[in-house]
Structures are given as structure tokens and as C-alpha cells.
């Protein structure tokens, strides 16, 4: 498989190149969170958009890695302000650009299944995974999309 441009070269199938800097959402395991290619040291944002059993999809976004140092930073001391750390990690997604790649994870491994394309139709949801549905249709779209592209 040729990596996308927007990952590290590290980001492929059967393997979890990430070290977890910080969780942001959780649910049976990690729902959102910053994770650092442990290879390159590339900073990602990794959102659940679907999940059945223990694999989940995931959007994945490039962060800034200053921006991502700071908010694991301020969030691991601890805050005595919930708005302000709130509004941290608003403006943390918000600084983010979402590749055009998907990952179909196994967190019980941990390991990537497959990494599948955005597709067109139907667009990207921007909401959290606890606004969405999470009725399986992301995780069957990344389980076709791997057996075409394997036919």
C-alpha cells in the first residue's frame, strides 16, 4: 500500500505506530485522542467516527506539534477552570486539517486494519463520535472498501 502524503510513512496496516500523549474521550477504550508517531515524532488527532465489537474507525487530523505539546502540557497539570481546558481542546481540533484517510482500528491489539479514503458521498461528519449514530455503517464501509481493494 502506498502511504498517503498527509501520514508519516509509519502509519500502515498491522502495526500502531503511536505512543498515546493524551486521552481526550473514552468509551470501552480510547475515543479521542493525541497520539505521536513514535518513529518521526508526526502528531496526530485521532477521533472515533464508528465502532462494532472492538475495532474502530477513525478520523484522523495532523496537529500542530507545538500546539499539542502545550495542550498536553496544561491538561496533564490539571486545571482548575473546565472552561478553559474546554476551550483548549476546541481550539486544538479546531487547528487541525482532518487527512483525506480513514483508519479502521483494532484497539484490543492495538493495531491499523486498513487505512481507506475519505469518501465523497456521504461527507466526512464533523460531530463527535457521542452525536453520531455509531451504527457500524463506517466500520462495514471500511471492511468493503478492503476486500475491493484486495479483489
Do not use: N
Request: net charge neutral; with cysteine; hydrophobic share 40%.
Amino acid at each position: 500500500m502506498t502511504i498517503p502524503a498527509d501520514l508519516c510513512p509509519h502509519v500502515e496496516t498491522g502495526t500502531w505506530p503511536w505512543r498515546v500523549e493524551l486521552v481526550l474521550d473514552e468509551h470501552l477504550g480510547i475515543t479521542d485522542a493525541l497520539v505521536r508517531c513514535r518513529t518521526c515524532q508526526r502528531t496526530y488527532l485521532l477521533e472515533m467516527l464508528d465502532w462494532q465489537g472492538g475495532t474502530r474507525v477513525m478520523r484522523v487530523a495532523g496537529v500542530d506539534p507545538g500546539m499539542a505539546d502545550r495542550t498536553v502540557h496544561d491538561l496533564g497539570r490539571g486545571s482548575c477552570d473546565v472552561g478553559r481546558a474546554g476551550a483548549q481542546v476546541h481550539q486544538l481540533r479546531s487547528a487541525s486539517v482532518f487527512s483525506r484517510w480513514l483508519l479502521w482500528v483494532d484497539l484490543r491489539q492495538p493495531a491499523i486494519l486498513a487505512v481507506v479514503p475519505v469518501p465523497q458521498d456521504p461527507p466526512l461528519p464533523s460531530a463527535s463520535w457521542r452525536s453520531l449514530p455509531c451504527d457500524g455503517r463506517w466500520v462495514d464501509y471500511a471492511r468493503s472498501y478492503t476486500s475491493i481493494s484486495k479483489a
